[in-house]
């Protein structure tokens, strides 16, 4: 997973919260259906969820984008 970020406070603070990220990350991948992840409209509304609950997190900036740089369905 790739990270597009306002500047380079953002990427310290993500890197000292990098295992509540991780965690909040998996938490919500593990929920979710894999229906929902199959098509271009199903993962896009996961990069706007995770976005969203990311950005929650961070006090010092914001995530602009998420890219899923490897995508594997089992």
Known sequence: MGFEISDEKVAEEMRE???QISDYINERLSI???SQ???TA???KMKRELLTGINE???KGIVEKIYFTEFVIQ
């Open 57 to 59: 997190l961070l006090k």
């Open 17 to 19: 919260m990098d295992a």
């Open 37 to 39: 992840m199959d098509n």
């Open 32 to 34: 979710c259906d894999i």
């Open 42 to 44: 199903g993962r896009n």
